[in-house]
């Protein structure tokens, strides 16, 4: 059965927007955004002398994913065996799992995608899933690339303890069927700066001390960083790569698309924080946006407007209306006064100042946060240009 | 390019979800449940004299809205345009599209059912929007059947007003292009059931003044109800049909999946308030759960499980574990005193005893709330059996 993106796909002429053209909701990425971000987080990569594998579950989107690689990325990180398949498909050589793999179907995958030679890492903070892991690899003659997983307490995956990463570090390379390739960490769940630096240090110190140990580490990588403390994992790890030659991964996902709200906050900081992301032209911009029509005007001040919790995120603050359009043209209104306080599957309720001329069938252009749940809520993403006329349709592979 | 759900689609043996067979997360529907819940409703609307037109917005499955239909179903509800293409290539006849009809390329696909003859409703509640769709269907040489939509104060779409709503029939009345074919209402944003009963009292009186005013009403028909208001809604408007003739439609869509949490609590209401529900043998089941392993246990009494906020509802309370299985045998622990307690994108924090013997891999089954927010985060839903083995992949168009 065709599905709703199909007949703009395959339009004649070029499909705009703002002329009613596309069945609303639509999620929409503006191209000029999209290229600056990709570009930005490159260069501060670069700049910081650490590689970049940018966290592709955020948007699960291949056309993206090739953008990100052709730009220099060192590889993707993804979340699941199936999003890695996507990322392989997309030209991915290097792809890190930033989980532990588990469950039979799920391994199968990653069997496949090393048998094909890609480069691919795992992550583990258990013993039995590392025997687990081992029977199964094994058997198929293959040695999955491991790095241990270092948490903190009342955090999420990862042994709390560097103690216990070492004894599970002996563990792996002990089995036939692992590799021990380094040391994985996730700040984003850190309450605080202080809290991000202690972590990266002892991860530091951990994936020094396994190289010192004889394991076999020559190889090793050490990766960590989200989109909010990315700069600070740069920063504590700027030297490792040039001192030890570590391979020091960073996988920010967020960036690419950026946001309205959340991740702008956290990019202002970053801004403040870091010398090095000022010394990168340019800053992150939002690129994400959902369009929908004003659906009803029932009261005075209150607009329900045709976009749900189906269509955009909800669960960072309520989406925005960043600008109306009417008849193709933009009104000039400033909406600075005006709030969505409710949303519902298929319906937001917006309020306005009661004086501004709205219509049913006015086009809004909402921004929210945070992107990743955004992106799920879509098959197809349009690519638009400053004009909001179709570049692209982008399938996404949730 | 494959999708996940392809290998398992095409399997020549009967496939197992405690087998592991499938990339988790998943989501499942039990056969049985489905069915009794299908019958259940249809019962319940053939009991109260008034006809059945599930929402289909909840579930968006093809398969789910054949099996509605072939349970005799009048028709089926949605909530978009698109959405309304999908129910009539689902076969059908029937179609009310509880909102306003917005947008050129939402208007196309609405004539073009219109042209194939299905009989299709949409809702207007502003004369602008009326205007527009005249001048829309006109030129099409098509009469759109409308229904004006009484809301209520402080509610969601709809006019707050009897009078508003008369002198907006008056006006679809006299538009070329436009069929003045009834009242609709969703009672769903009420406060509490005297709100439901003075609500629905408004709209049936509304429909009998239109029917009186020589609007051409003869087949009018009267449409409300969610899922959990539909025995109120049912109660009050049960002899409508014998005395006036206008056609009343129902319209609930979450009792198809039921839930283990909102729609659990609202359905005993229904039971407590409705002696027609209680006439009906059974009551509806909890049929979609979602299926993810144990990913990490990096403390005790902590359990990561492999599912987030892109795999699971988590508007209306946090997920439930209700079962876990090791080696396709269900563990027979007490979990009543588990809680997930953090959800993230591809993560749940869980809670559990810590003397509860779990492992990395262990299988969990969830129920969730509200249930259109777990189906619309799949493009596959498989039906199971009582055991878990697949029997259909069901796909969604969302």
């Not at 690129?287 to 004003?294: D, K, N, P, R, S």
Request: glycine share 6%; aromatic share 8%; net charge negative.
């Amino acid at each position: 059965m065709k599905h709703k993106a199909d007949f703009a796909r395959t339009a004649s002429k070029p499909v705009s927007l703002l002329a009613e053209q596309l069945h609303l909701p639509a999620a929409i990425i503006r191209q000029s955004a999209l290229h600056n971000n990709i570009r930005w987080m490159q260069q501060f990569a670069d700049a910081a002398n650490v590689a970049l594998a940018p966290h592709g579950k955020t948007t699960m989107t291949e056309s993206i994913f090739k953008q990100q690689l052709a730009a220099g990325a060192w590889g993707l990180t993804v979340a699941t065996a199936y999003q890695a398949r996507v990322a392989a498909r997309a030209g991915a050589k290097r792809i890190i799992i930033a989980n532990q793999l588990v469950g039979k179907a799920n391994m199968e995958v990653v069997a496949e995608l090393l048998a094909q030679g890609t480069e691919l890492y795992c992550c583990v903070d258990n013993a039995d899933n590392a025997a687990s892991l081992a029977g199964f690899f094994n058997s198929k003659q293959l040695n999955l690339p491991c790095l241990v997983e270092l948490g903190t307490p009342a955090g999420r995956c990862g042994l709390r303890e560097i103690e216990q990463c070492l004894s599970l570090a002996n563990c792996i390379h002990q089995l036939q069927g692992l590799h021990l390739a380094g040391v994985e960490f996730y700040e984003g769940v850190a309450k605080d700066e202080a809290s991000v630096r202690l972590w990266i240090q002892q991860a530091r110190q951990l994936c020094l001390q396994l190289l010192q140990s004889n394991i076999e580490t020559k190889t090793a990588l050490l990766t960590g960083a989200g989109s909010v403390w990315y700069d600070v994992v740069a920063d504590e790890l700027i030297n490792v790569q040039a001192e030890t030659g570590i391979q020091v991964v960073l996988r920010p996902g967020c960036y690419v698309s950026h946001d309205h709200q959340l991740y702008a906050a956290a990019q202002q900081q970053v801004q403040q924080r870091s010398k090095l992301a000022r010394q990168v032209p340019g800053d992150l911009q939002p690129a994400l946006e959902v369009a929908a029509y004003i659906q009803s005007l029932p009261e005075p001040g209150l607009a329900v407007l045709g976009l749900g919790k189906r269509d955009i995120a909800f669960d960072a603050g309520m989406p925005q209306v960043l600008k109306i359009y009417r008849d193709g043209r933009q009104l000039p209104y400033d909406l600075s006064q005006c709030e969505s306080k409710k949303i519902m599957d298929q319906h937001t309720y917006w309020y306005y100042p009661a004086e501004l001329q709205l219509k049913v069938g006015d086009l809004a252009l909402l921004g929210s946060s945070h992107p990743c749940l955004t992106f799920d809520k879509w098959r197809t993403i349009w690519l638009v240009d400053d004009e909001y006329q179709l570049l692209e349709a982008m399938d996404t592979y949730f």
